[in-house]
């Protein structure tokens, strides 16, 4: 099945702990996101990525950082830096062109104990 | 000011009932516009995009005034399924980002 697979669905974590989230996708697209959502609001971006090796800050990256080695692939890390870290993470593709849709992961539930 | 705003509701509709919701953005290069509806505690899904002519699919219909800077959904005869949360997704064109509105919470109540 084609897709966009975030791994894993809970996660918790120590203070002061660095942690990795996982987004993969065997769509082909070029484009992945990364949106951050607390509860009872919108998403925020994070950092997006338009093509491979490549990647932007988007409006609340201090704390995180990001990778794109592979197409398929575009890993967040949630450093000690960031410092409310507890939120549901979303991972999002799309082709990247004109008029073409986002599709989204079943995203991660991160909670810092 | 948010690049893109959407009134946070909750809206409170009996079935059948028609509503509407409205959405404006701040960058007059946004390229693409769409509508996504979020249920509790998932992922956001593509509603439609939205097209400079207008579109229509079944219940749904999306206007886009680019003069104006706002997008705007119509859902008419609202079932109880149609409740959820709507987001508005504005695409930049010069910088590909994809910003989301907070999103309008819409209860249908029977």
């Known amino acids: 099945d084609g897709g966009i697979t975030q791994s894993p669905k809970y996660l918790f974590r120590k203070e002061g702990q660095n942690v990795t989230l996982s987004c993969e996708q065997n769509?082909?697209?070029?484009?992945m996101y990364w949106y951050r959502q607390d509860p009872g609001q919108g998403l925020r971006l994070i950092y997006y990525s338009q093509i491979v090796n490549d990647f932007q800050k988007g409006d609340i990256a201090e704390g995180y950082s990001v990778s794109r080695e592979k197409k398929e692939s575009f890993p967040l890390t949630v450093t000690s830096a960031q410092k409310n870290p507890t939120a549901f993470y979303l991972c999002?593709?799309?082709?990247?062109?004109?008029?073409?849709?986002?599709?989204f992961g079943q995203g991660t539930r991160l909670t810092v104990v | 000011r948010k690049e893109v705003e959407q009134d946070p509701g909750p809206f409170n509709v009996p079935e059948g009932a028609t509503v509407a919701f409205n959405c404006t953005y701040s960058n007059s290069a946004s390229q693409s516009f769409f509508w996504y509806r979020q249920d509790c505690r998932k992922e956001p899904k593509l509603l439609m995009s939205?097209?400079?002519s207008g579109n229509e699919d079944g219940r749904f219909t999306a206007q886009l005034n680019r003069a104006s800077q706002y997008i705007s959904l119509l859902i008419r005869d609202s079932k109880l399924s149609d409740s959820a949360t709507y987001l508005c997704?504005?695409?930049?064109?010069?910088?590909?980002?994809?910003?989301f509105g907070q999103g309008t919470t819409l209860q249908v109540k029977p």
């Open positions: 999002a593709s799309s082709r990247g062109t004109e008029n073409t849709e986002a599709f």
């Open positions: 939205v097209y400079s």
């Open positions: 769509l082909n697209h070029d484009a």
């Open positions: 997704v504005v695409k930049s064109g010069n910088t590909g980002k994809l910003i």
